[in-house]
């Protein structure tokens, strides 16, 4: 898009200009000097949008596995008034294989329905502001989206900043970065050139936030008051950056939501896929710059083939930019006094488990199989006994979800959060997110990704997600983004109408419940399954390592 081309598409699809609010006292046209040149965006419901901005050159050609580059300077003034192009999707191989021929037809997916993001390209390094005004210092909210560390984008509609940004008088920032193959592919065997190959999709993520650093105040914002935040592999990220060293000093709290990461990638396993991924290309070793000129369909097929087995593309723990795992075997050093925010959802694996039509027949036989996908087999029908007694009215789906999200990610949160409270530095603050969706007569329960639109103040966007807009579920969202906002402005979670929350530890383990019709302290909540799962060990374990023979590997469970 040229520099002062507008994208008429946007405005006739969306119909989304308005006149700037009086109350505002600024254009509907607000303009902003950053350090590459001006950006010219919008006025909408009370708060100051500019879409699409780069922060970075392109990272194609001979930019590709390059760290990125700050974008250049533009004269003009840079229409900033849509999306800027998504990061190529995929790159890893499917999770999941597809049905037999004749299957029932899954149930629609709840994570559905965060609108169609723009066309894909390697020029992909943008981000997107909201703002009340371009005038006063604000506490910023930085986020990273999820999809693994293998797709999405920062333009979903459930994370437009709206609402969140003109109640909250907050600044919120969204980002697009490389992803799987393109983001983190270590060829660092294959040349000093490439000595970062592997963790690039965090080095955008980091220029990203020197961006803010850099700019962020003539938006409004406040560049000592930045929290980062990301949902799955977006709170993966977050994880990752407390120990990236490239990232120290450019942020001051973290939430990290759904996505307890503990491990990264070893190099051997990193390597491995690398490896694989010029072998499918019939790239020679000496021939590596021939990887800069691959079609980027090719290299993303070479990319799912390489990685099968092995778990998704991730960054890799290299001894440098990434010097240890993020949170084992202890907090990392480097953001001992950042404090934190960490919690999950009841359950998230209904998001995955749930749309299998078999999950709604389930016997016991077939229950006691599929927790033994989560749990050593010889223990499934000792689980099984456990959430029978514990829930006796609940179904034997919902039994499943709730024991491997406790297996996944709920133990991997309770053990960051002790990690991060054992430190003695800045303190860990843990949430428990048990708000059921009314949505396909409530079959999902409380699936991964829900708390998301809460978070934001954006249920109108998410009724796939979360059903209608209700008081009761509107009262939710205006504590949970207050909760969010006041953390990032003082280190301090709070909101009104919630109960003071209590710093997290391990003798007591408090959680704040956000729950309707109200939400509540907990103690230790499911503190009798997180030990029985935690006599399992974290799935992470092994997750980081080549498989041993006869092992199978990946980011699936058993």
Not at 373 to 397: C, D, F, I, M, Q
Not at 503 to 512: E, G, K, Q, S
Request: with cysteine; glycine share 12%; net charge positive.
């Amino acid at each position: 898009m040229g520099s002062l081309e507008l994208n008429r598409r946007w405005v006739l699809a969306g119909g989304l200009w308005v006149a700037a609010s009086p109350a505002l006292g600024q254009s509907a046209e607000p303009v902003v000097e950053t350090t590459a040149g001006r950006v010219r965006g919008a006025a909408r419901n009370g708060a100051l949008i500019f879409k699409g901005v780069p922060y970075g050159e392109s990272t194609a050609g001979a930019n590709r596995f390059m760290p990125p580059k700050p974008k250049a300077g533009w004269s003009g003034v840079r229409e900033a008034l849509a999306y800027g192009p998504t990061a190529p999707q995929g790159g890893s191989a499917p999770s999941r294989p597809p049905p037999p021929a004749g299957a029932p037809a899954r149930h629609p997916s709840p994570i559905a329905g965060g609108g169609t993001p723009p066309a894909q390209s390697e020029d992909c390094l943008v981000l997107n502001v909201w703002t009340p005004s371009t005038t006063g210092k604000r506490a910023v909210l930085f986020w990273m989206h999820g999809g693994g560390f293998a797709t999405g984008s920062g333009s979903s509609a459930w994370y437009d900043g709206t609402n969140i940004a003109r109640k909250q008088d907050v600044v919120i920032v969204t980002i697009n970065h490389r992803l799987n193959v393109l983001g983190y592919a270590d060829l660092s065997a294959y040349g000093p050139q490439y000595a970062a190959s592997g963790n690039v999709g965090m080095l955008d993520c980091v220029l990203a936030l020197k961006w803010v650093r850099d700019n962020i105040e003539r938006f409004g914002g406040d560049p000592n008051r930045v929290l980062i935040h990301g949902e799955s592999g977006g709170g993966r990220k977050t994880s990752m950056m407390m120990a990236f060293e490239p990232a120290k000093g450019l942020f001051h709290r973290a939430v990290v939501q759904s996505g307890s990461a503990l491990r990264m990638d070893g190099q051997a396993l990193a390597r491995e896929k690398a490896r694989r991924l010029l072998a499918e290309l019939s790239i020679a070793p000496g021939d590596i710059r021939k990887i800069h000129e691959v079609p980027l369909e090719d290299l993303q097929r070479a990319g799912a083939k390489a990685s099968a087995g092995l778990g998704q593309w991730r960054p890799v723990v290299d001894g440098k930019l990434l010097p240890r795992h993020p949170f084992e075997p202890d907090a990392p050093g480097m953001s001992r006094n950042i404090p934190m925010m960490i919690g999950t959802n009841r359950t998230e694996q209904s998001a995955f488990l749930g749309g299998d039509p078999a999950m709604d027949a389930l016997d016991d036989a077939g229950l006691t199989r599929e927790l033994g996908n989560w749990v050593p087999r010889e223990h499934a029908g000792r689980v099984l006994a456990t959430y029978r007694r514990l829930y006796p009215k609940s179904s034997r789906a919902e039994i499943l979800y709730m024991a491997a999200t406790d297996r996944s990610y709920f133990l991997d949160s309770t053990i960051q959060a002790e990690r991060k409270a054992a430190q003695g530095g800045a303190p860990a603050y843990y949430y428990a997110f048990y708000r059921h969706t009314p949505v396909q007569n409530g079959r999902y329960f409380t699936p991964h990704a829900e708390e998301i639109p809460f978070v934001f103040d954006s249920l109108a966007n998410a009724p796939l997600m979360v059903g209608p807009v209700t008081p009761q579920a509107q009262k939710l969202a205006d504590e949970m983004s207050a909760a969010w906002a006041n953390f990032a402005k003082t280190g301090k979670p709070s909101a009104p109408g919630l109960p003071a929350w209590p710093v997290y530890n391990a003798r007591t383990r408090p959680a704040m419940v956000f729950d309707e019709p109200r939400s509540r302290i907990e103690n230790d909540p499911r503190g009798e399954q997180r030990r029985l799962m935690l006599s399992f060990g974290s799935q992470q374990d092994r997750q980081s390592e080549l498989p041993r023979p006869g092992e199978r590997g990946g980011d699936t469970p058993a």
